[in-house]
C-alpha cells in the first residue's frame, strides 16, 4: 500500500513590517478576509517552526548519552572528523533562534538560518547559527568525508572559492566547535564507518 505523500503547509513569503501593520489594525476592528488569512499564515507558520525548533532543543537534550568514541588522531585534511553525539543540523525559513522566549512581542528576521542543535557538557542544548557555507561543510562531515573532501565539495556547491578566507573561516569555527566539545578529533585511518 503506498502513501500519498502530503503537500508542505503552506509558507509565507512576507515582510515581517507587514504583518505588523496588519497587526496594528486588529485594534480599531475586524481585519478583511485577506488580511486575517495572511495573518494565520504568518502565526501557523511561525509557531511551526518555532515548535520544530524546540522539538529538536527537547531530543538532543533527552538523548541517551553516547559511546565512547572511536581512537582518536589529529585532525588533518585526509581524515574524516569525530563529532560529540548527540547533534543536528537544522535549516529554517526564519531565525526564531534569536526569538528571545521570555518577550512575547520579540519578532523573528525572516531569513533563512542554518543552526547546529548540540548537547554541551552540562547536557544542555545550545544552538550555533552557521554561515551557509560552514553548513554546508559541516553536512558533509557529518557524512563522514574527509575535511579537505568536506571543504572542497561545500565550496563548489555554494560556488564559493576556497580561499585563505575560507581555511581561516573552517579552522577558527572547528577551534571553536572543538572548545565548545563537539569535535572530538579525526577518526584514525581503518576504524570506524
Request: hydrophobic content about 45%; aromatic content about 4%; some cysteine.
Amino acid at each position: 500500500m503506498s502513501r500519498r505523500r502530503q503537500k508542505p503547509p503552506r509558507r509565507i513569503q512576507i515582510p515581517i513590517q507587514e504583518l505588523s501593520a496588519i497587526v496594528e489594525r486588529t485594534r480599531s476592528g475586524p481585519l478583511p478576509e485577506a488580511e486575517h488569512a495572511t495573518l494565520k499564515a504568518a502565526v501557523e507558520t511561525l509557531a511551526r517552526l518555532t515548535a520544530e525548533l524546540e522539538l529538536f532543543d527537547f531530543t538532543i537534550g533527552v538523548a541517551p548519552r553516547p559511546e565512547p568514541p572511536p581512537p582518536l588522531a589529529e585532525v588533518s585534511a585526509e581524515l574524516p572528523l569525530v563529532f560529540a553525539e548527540p547533534k543536528r543540523l537544522i535549516h529554517l525559513e526564519w531565525a526564531v533562534n534569536v526569538v528571545s522566549r521570555e518577550d512575547a512581542a520579540d519578532e523573528p528576521e525572516h531569513r533563512p538560518v542554518s543552526i547546529l542543535v548540540y548537547r554541551d557538557s552540562a547536557h544542555v542544548s545550545r544552538f550555533l547559527e552557521l554561515t551557509p557555507l560552514a553548513a554546508a561543510i559541516l553536512e558533509r562531515l557529518f557524512a563522514g568525508d574527509s575535511l579537505g573532501a568536506a571543504m572542497v565539495s561545500a565550496c563548489e556547491s555554494r560556488q564559493h572559492p576556497l580561499d585563505d578566507d575560507v581555511l581561516t573561516g573552517a579552522a577558527r569555527l572547528l577551534a571553536d566547535l572543538a572548545e565548545r566539545g563537539v569535535l572530538l578529533g579525526a577518526r584514525e585511518l581503518g576504524v570506524g564507518p
